[in-house]
């Protein structure tokens, strides 16, 4: 049986469509058969972020009305044979969803998959309920600013309230220089404030930018950036590896890459 | 209330207005109950105790099981005729 983790915050804009396609593609690379699921319904852009839009036939709301299988709507990424996007529909609204049949559908891929991440609407509404109902297990993807953390803890008391007790936090876009200069929260009090622990802290990272913008995976395309490497241990995490959160100096980084181009 | 002072840094002013945010949607308490509340603990606790009222600092920890709602307050001296 495969697992099935939403991938959930409380406010908009805070990278759970990236994190979704990151995280699932490292799962992918580490050999788990993976599927990521859309369900922003009317607002679909997964497949954006993952450059498959050119490829979507069918999506979730075909499967849920009868008009294909699940494998007929499944579309495979373009370098990871292992893993596969189930789109959103574009036409439809999120009060269409019957949260009975995406249970279906779940159950029916956790029997052939080994990790289905389902990249959740932003908000606490009906989308936000059919995507963590099917799962047992939540990351909750927070920025370190002061409307992120507090959206997110809402978050975490309704995720609660339905069962799922298996939480971790995202930190994303964490800007150390920031963080040093105490002018940005850094991640243990963030950690201590919510009371959930982290499952990675993903480094602020141009790189997510261009990546996004020529339809590839940052995981795929630049595997050595800043925010890939924590990705990758994410990915690792998840599988059950321990492995302690670091945050690296991004002047080390930028030594790096000069030595790199020098050489 | 005198907590964000200008000259304190930006991330510790975020980490004090979250926790008090957070006590209040944790609670259900509109900023009004949350004064309160405050007033009420200090009333009670100054029928006893000189203590400091500036320095009072409130906190919710939540766990998986359940909220722990703290109170510290420094106390200066126990009242006399006690």
Do not use: W
């Not at chain 2, 510790?12 to 007033?39: G, T, Y």
């Not at chain 2, 906190?59 to 099981?65: A, S």
């Amino acid at each position: 049986m495969g697992r099935t983790i939403v991938v959930t915050a409380g406010k908009g804009g805070v990278g759970k469509t990236t994190v979704t396609a990151n995280v699932g593609a490292m799962l992918a690379k580490l050999g788990k058969s993976t599927v990521v699921m859309d369900m922003d319904i009317g607002l679909r852009n997964l497949d954006v972020v993952m450059g498959l839009e050119n490829r979507v036939v069918y999506n979730i709301m075909d499967v849920i009305e009868n008009h294909c299988k699940i494998q007929q709507a499944l579309v495979r990424d373009k370098h990871l044979e292992n893993l596969f996007l189930l789109p959103a529909s574009q036409i439809h609204n999120k009060e269409d969803v019957d949260i009975d049949k995406v249970v279906d559908i779940v159950n029916s891929l956790e029997g052939n998959f080994d990790y289905v991440l389902l990249d959740s609407p932003a908000g606490i509404e009906k989308g936000f309920e059919s995507s963590v109902s099917p799962a047992k297990e939540a990351l909750i993807v927070v920025t370190p600013d002061v409307s992120s953390v507090r959206d997110a803890d809402r978050v975490v008391g309704i995720i609660e309230s339905k069962g799922i007790f298996s939480i971790s936090l995202v930190i994303n876009r964490y800007d150390l220089n920031l963080v040093n200069k105490n002018k940005m929260l850094n991640f243990e009090s963030i950690i201590d404030i919510l009371g959930i622990d982290a499952i990675g802290v993903i480094p602020e990272d141009k790189s997510v930018i261009e990546t996004t913008n020529r339809g590839e995976i940052l995981v795929n395309y630049m595997p050595g950036s800043p925010a890939a490497k924590e990705f990758s241990l994410i990915a690792r995490r998840i599988e059950g590896e321990t492995i302690p959160i670091k945050i690296e100096e991004p002047r080390n980084f930028f030594g790096q890459i000069f030595k790199r181009g020098v050489q | 209330m005198n907590i964000f002072r200008k000259n304190d840094p930006a991330s510790r002013v975020a980490e004090e207005r979250l926790k008090l945010i957070l006590i209040q949607d944790r609670l259900l308490l509109s900023p009004q109950d949350f004064e309160s509340l405050k007033k009420d603990i200090l009333k009670v606790l100054s029928k006893y105790f000189d203590i400091e009222e500036a320095s009072i600092k409130i906190n919710l920890e939540r766990t998986k099981e359940k909220s722990v709602f703290e109170a510290i307050v420094p106390v200066v001296s126990v009242k006399k005729g006690k």
